[in-house]
C-alpha cells in the first residue's frame, strides 16, 4: 500500500501550501526513545541492526506511532553504499562508524556491479514499513550524497573539515571522479530499488556540503547529484526527491535549480524567507528549528518553533529539524512541538 496521494508531505511536496504545515524530524528514530533502546539491545551491532529487517521496520515505525508525525523515515545509514561495494564498515562505540581508507588503486577494485542488490534487506524493511504504515503517512527512503560519502571512504571516519578528501579531489581528480561515479551509479540503483519497495518519497543527504569551492561543489556534489537523478527518473521512478545540501550557503542556490530536485531541506543557519527567495518558483522548503533549541525546551523552544512557523509561511514547508534529533532530547519536548504546530494560529 503507498501513501495517500492527499497525504500531508505529498501535497506539500506537489507544491501545495497547507495547514498545520506537515512534520518529520530527522533521525526521529533513535536513542531518545526507550523502546528504540529495546531494539536495539537485541542486535548484534549496528550493522546487524540495519540489515535486519523486522528490528528496523520496528524502529523506522516507532515515532509515527509515538508521535504521530507525518513520515517516516526509513532506518537505514548513509554508509551501508560502501558496504555494498565491497568496503569493510564498523561502528564503533564512542567513535562512530570508521572505514578502511580507500586510495586510487582501492577505487579501481571497487565492485560497482550489483552493490545495490548487496544491501537488499533495506528494500525488505521498506516493504515491511510500507504494509504497516497508515496510508496518511509517507515513507521516506534516502541516501548519502556521492561527497558525503566519500569522504568517510576516503578518510576512513569523520572529521572537521574534510581536508584530506578535498586534497585528494585537486590532486587526482581522476580517482574521485572514478569513485563518485560508482557512488553515483550504486546510489542511483539503491534509491530506485527503495522506491519500487515502497517509499513515498526519497531523499539526499548531503551533509558535509560546507566549505567547498563554486569549483568543487560543481565536481563534487552538485553533477553526482544530479547524475543520480537522471539516473532514478530514467528508470521511470517519479517520487519527490529531497536535497539536503547541508551548510553549503550560496551553492544551495544552484543545487535547488540545477540538480532536479523537487525540495530542498534547511539547514539551522539558513532564513527560510529570504532562502524560498533564491529557489525556484514554488519549490517547498523543509526545516528547520535548531537541534538545541528541541534539546533546551520550555519558552526558548516554543519561540523558535513559531519563529520557523512564520519564516516559512509564505509557501509549501514541512516543519523539520536543521539536522537531526540528539539522544538527550526529551520526550515531553518533542510532543510539546508537535502540539505547537498543530495549534499554531496561521492566520
Known amino acids: 500500500m503507498k501513501a495517500d496521494p492527499n497525504s500531508p508531505i505529498l501535497r506539500v511536496l506537489r507544491g501545495e501550501r497547507i495547514t498545520p504545515v506537515p512534520v518529520w524530524f530527522m533521525r526521529q528514530a533513535g536513542r531518545h526513545l526507550p523502546e528504540y533502546m529495546e531494539v536495539r539491545a537485541t542486535a548484534r551491532d549496528f550493522i546487524d541492526f540495519c540489515f535486519s529487517p523486522d528490528k528496523a521496520a520496528e524502529v523506522t515505525l516507532q515515532p509515527v506511532r509515538r508521535y504521530d508525525m507525518d513520515a517516516a523515515i526509513l532506518f537505514a545509514d548513509i554508509l551501508l553504499i560502501p558496504i555494498g561495494l565491497g568496503r569493510r564498515v564498523e561502528f564503533v562505540k564512542g567513535v562512530g562508524p570508521t572505514l578502511d581508507p580507500i586510495d586510487a588503486d582501492g577505487i579501481d577494485k571497487l565492485t560497482i556491479d550489483g552493490a545495490a542488490d548487496r544491501v537488499s534487506q533495506v528494500y525488505e524493511t521498506v516493504r515491511k ?111 519527490p526527491i529531497i536535497g539536503f545540501p547541508r551548510r553549503a550557503g550560496l551553492n544551495a542556490v544552484r543545487y535547488a535549480h540545477e540538480t532536479g530536485i523537487n525540495a530542498i531541506s534547511a539547514g539551522t543557519d539558513v532564513p527560510l524567507g529570504d532562502f524560498r527567495a533564491t529557489l525556484p518558483e514554488g519549490m517547498p522548503v523543509q526545516g528547520n528549528l535548531d537541534p538545541l533549541a528541541l534539546r533546551t525546551g520550555g519558552s526558548a523552544l516554543m519561540r523558535a518553533v513559531d519563529n520557523v512557523l512564520r519564516d516559512g509561511s509564505d509557501g509549501p514547508h514541512i516543519f523539520n529539524l536543521g539536522h537531526g534529533v540528539t539522544p538527550d532530547v526529551k520526550i515531553e519536548d518533542v510532543q510539546a512541538v508537535i502540539r505547537r504546530i498543530r495549534e499554531f494560529d496561521y492566520g
Open 129 to 239: 514499513v510500507r504494509t504497516e504504515l497508515d496510508a496518511s503517512k509517507a515513507l521516506i527512503g534516502f541516501c548519502g550524497g556521492p561527497w558525503t560519502v566519500a569522504t568517510y571512504m576516503l578518510e576512513g571516519r569523520g572529521t572537521p573539515n574534510k581536508e584530506a578528501a578535498k586534497r585528494f579531489a585537486y590532486e587526482q581528480p581522476d580517482a574521485m571522479a572514478t569513485l563518485l561515479d560508482a557512488l553515483v551509479v550504486s546510489s542511483a540503483d539503491y534509491l530506485i530499488a527503495q522506491a519500487r519497495a515502497g517509499a513515498d518519497v526519497l531523499k539526499i543527504f548531503e551533509s558535509w556540503a560546507e566549505g567547498l569551492s563554486p569549483d568543487l561543489f560543481d565536481r563534487l556534489v552538485l553533477r553526482p547529484t544530479a547524475d543520480i537523478i537522471s539516473r532514478v527518473r530514467g528508470a521511470g521512478i517519479d517520487v
